[in-house]
């Protein structure tokens, strides 16, 4: 049974530039969250979605945007980057109404 | 502001020993509250959670206690082992049931288990 996965593991860009990051959630789960973690900090709450809608936002710019496939992988955009976006970015999945939402590795993203 | 807080960034422990992490928070509308453990380069794993309709949940070697009027939750490990040795987080999320709730992270506690 797969669980969530994520792809790049690594990315590097530079300041201005855009990236997209992706997810494919746990099987059998519909429903994708991504956050963001700083360096000594915890993960932050960017958006949620559900059936291909963002269902919660979190306090994070409109630079800041996403989608949800109809196999309900995801992406995650970020226009317009700047040195305070780099971090390490996690998805999670869940499922139905259950509150548990399952992580997957990570991508680490630097922005110079 | 930091709605859920962990004060103690780093905790030592003997192998076999309990280790007991703590997590305060001060939303009151939060139900449901996760732990989660991190290891280097790895994303975070669901470890135990707890509904704000009990003060206790069991599994395996580890407890989580919840304390509503106190806002305060906390993570036992009996016995520890070396293989603990991790970042611990709590999470809180209100909305229990529907599935649509974002979780609140504290900063983590360092966990290391001395052999």
């Known amino acids: 049974d797969a669980g969530v996965t994520q792809s790049p593991t690594h990315l590097i860009k530079t300041r201005g530039q855009q990236v997209t990051l992706r997810c494919s959630p746990k099987?059998?789960?519909?429903?994708v969250s991504w956050y963001q973690q700083a360096l000594g900090q915890g993960p932050q709450f960017i958006f949620q979605?559900?059936?291909?809608?963002?269902?919660q936002r979190g306090n994070f710019p409109d630079r800041f945007s996403g989608h949800q496939f109809p196999n309900y992988s995801s992406e995650l955009n970020v226009n317009a980057l700047l040195l305070g976006d780099s971090a390490l970015y996690l998805c999670?999945?869940?499922?139905?109404?259950?509150?548990?939402?399952?992580f997957g590795p990570g991508t680490r993203l630097t922005v110079l | 502001d930091q709605q859920v807080k962990q004060n103690s960034p780093s905790l030592s422990v003997q192998e076999g020993r309990i280790s007991i992490l703590n997590c305060d928070y001060t939303?009151?509308?939060?139900?449901?509250f996760l732990w989660y453990k991190k290891y280097p380069a790895e994303g975070p794993t669901f470890l135990i959670s707890?509904?704000?309709?009990?003060d206790k949940n069991e599994d395996g070697r580890f407890t989580v206690f919840l304390n509503k009027s106190a806002k305060h939750l906390s993570l036992h490990i009996v016995p520890s082992q070396p293989g603990d040795s991790a970042v611990y987080f709590c999470?809180?999320?209100?909305?229990?049931?529907?599935?649509?709730?974002?979780?609140?992270f504290g900063t983590g506690t360092r966990l290391t288990v001395i052999p």
């Open positions: 999470a809180a999320s209100e909305g229990s049931g529907t599935g649509a709730n974002n979780l609140f």
């Open positions: 939303n009151s509308m939060f139900d449901y």
């Open positions: 979605y559900y059936e291909e809608e963002e269902r």
């Open positions: 999670a999945s869940s499922f139905g109404t259950s509150d548990t939402q399952y």
């Open positions: 099987s059998g789960h519909d429903t």
């Open positions: 707890i509904s704000s309709i009990k």
